[in-house]
């Protein structure tokens, strides 16, 4: 069954402009969205994902209240949530694998959902900009083509992406918004940013650096947090990358090397030198070939847990 507006199929033969056009409102909710100013959110009750990742859960999670990502510039982050279940999910797309990453997607939703019974699936897509490669707009395209193509109905609840996301300053062209979080009690969508990324920043970002596809980092049954096992080989020039300039890791290893926020190249630093540390990360990192797991403590913070005490 098709992507819906309104009701009514998308025709995905016309630019995303005259799609736009012709449904003023997506225009004046991307607008209001942009217009708010970013909500800092606090660890507590929050689950962060990064680029790569997604996870899902529903009103019931005595645990986590809130889903959000940020520093997104051409990567796109991705609200899908059932209206009857309240069952919600938030993914971080960078353009990979569209296709299967939207079909994750919507099969992880519909595992918590009754498609069958009262309420439908709604799509809210954020993200990317006027970059001079086109990125972003080849990105919003994936993403329409590949929800179209879903067996269920998706209706297309907020579309704040590429041209709707971008402004201009002295010629260059940056998002509005980089980040954003939903309220999974209240479906309540924000833009946001986040002092806490964790837990294991640099292990996930690693994980996303050697080549990673989308991976769903939480069991919402369980209330648990999984990361890893995660396995690569050693980064190649590795001593090359850590010895170049903050220019140059920009210039190389960004998509976006004049839009991108201001800790972006200390972030990318942090990743490769953890890269170098763990080059065989099945013996320093996870020679039990299990996850570590983290469950939120009574304060609402992750906590460590023993995998063997599960």
Same mark, same amino acid.
């Given at each position: 069954?098709p /992507? /819906?507006?309104?009701?009514?199929?998308?025709?995905?033969?016309?630019?995303?402009?005259?799609?736009?056009?012709?449904?003023?409102?997506?225009?004046?909710?991307a607008? /209001?969205?942009?217009?708010?100013? @970013?909500q800092?959110?606090?660890? $507590?009750?929050?689950?962060?994902?990064?680029?790569?990742?997604?996870?899902?859960?529903?009103? $019931?999670?005595g645990?986590?209240?809130?889903?959000?990502?940020?520093?997104?510039?051409?990567?796109?982050?991705?609200v899908?949530?059932?209206?009857?279940?309240? @069952?919600?999910?938030?993914t971080?797309?960078?353009?990979?694998?569209t296709?299967?990453?939207?079909?994750?997607?919507?099969?992880?939703?519909?595992? *918590?959902?009754?498609?069958?019974?009262?309420? +439908?699936?709604e799509? #809210?897509?954020?993200?990317?900009?006027?970059?001079?490669?086109?990125?972003?707009?080849?990105?919003?395209?994936?993403?329409? =083509?590949?929800?179209?193509?879903?067996?269920?109905?998706?209706? /297309?609840?907020?579309?704040?992406?590429?041209?709707?996301?971008?402004?201009?300053?002295?010629?260059?062209? *940056?998002?509005?918004?980089? !980040?954003?979080?939903?309220?999974v009690?209240?479906?309540?969508?924000?833009?946001?940013?986040?002092?806490? $990324?964790?837990?294991?920043?640099?292990? +996930?970002?690693? #994980?996303?650096?050697? !080549?990673?596809?989308?991976?769903?980092?939480?069991?919402?049954?369980?209330?648990?947090? #999984?990361?890893?096992?995660? *396995?690569? =080989?050693?980064f190649?020039?590795?001593?090359?990358?850590?010895?170049?300039?903050?220019?140059?890791?920009?210039?190389?290893?960004?998509?976006?090397?004049? @839009?991108?926020?201001?800790?972006?190249?200390?972030?990318? %630093?942090?990743?490769?030198? *953890?890269? $170098?540390? #763990?080059?065989?990360? &099945? %013996? &320093?990192?996870?020679?039990?070939?299990?996850? %570590?797991?983290?469950?939120?403590?009574?304060?609402?913070?992750?906590?460590?847990?023993?995998?063997?005490?599960?």
């Amino acid at each position: 069954m098709p /992507l /819906l507006i309104n009701g009514q199929r998308v025709d995905l033969a016309r630019p995303t402009g005259e799609m736009i056009r012709a449904y003023p409102h997506l225009e004046e909710k991307a607008k /209001l969205l942009r217009s708010q100013p @970013a909500q800092i959110v606090e660890p $507590k009750g929050l689950l962060y994902v990064q680029q790569r990742e997604f996870a899902v859960t529903t009103p $019931k999670d005595g645990s986590v209240s809130i889903l959000g990502s940020d520093d997104a510039t051409t990567c796109h982050i991705v609200v899908l949530r059932h209206t009857g279940s309240g @069952a919600t999910c938030l993914t971080h797309c960078d353009g990979s694998d569209t296709e299967a990453e939207v079909s994750l997607i919507m099969s992880s939703v519909k595992s *918590f959902s009754d498609t069958a019974g009262c309420g +439908r699936l709604e799509v #809210h897509l954020v993200g990317g900009f006027n970059d001079d490669r086109q990125l972003s707009q080849k990105l919003t395209n994936q993403l329409l =083509r590949a929800f179209d193509l879903q067996p269920d109905d998706v209706h /297309l609840v907020t579309f704040c992406v590429t041209e709707l996301n971008d402004r201009e300053e002295e010629d260059i062209h *940056f998002p509005i918004i980089y !980040g954003i979080a939903v309220n999974v009690k209240t479906a309540e969508i924000f833009p946001a940013t986040f002092p806490e $990324k964790g837990p294991d920043e640099d292990l +996930r970002s690693a #994980h996303v650096l050697t !080549g990673a596809s989308l991976t769903n980092i939480y069991d919402a049954k369980m209330e648990q947090l #999984h990361i890893g096992p995660y *396995f690569w =080989r050693p980064f190649p020039h590795v001593d090359f990358w850590l010895q170049q300039d903050d220019k140059q890791i920009l210039q190389n290893l960004s998509t976006s090397p004049l @839009a991108e926020p201001p800790h972006f190249v200390s972030h990318i %630093r942090s990743t490769l030198t *953890f890269l $170098k540390e #763990h080059p065989f990360p &099945s %013996r &320093s990192l996870f020679p039990d070939r299990k996850p %570590r797991i983290y469950k939120k403590n009574q304060e609402g913070l992750w906590e460590q847990v023993c995998s063997d005490k599960i």
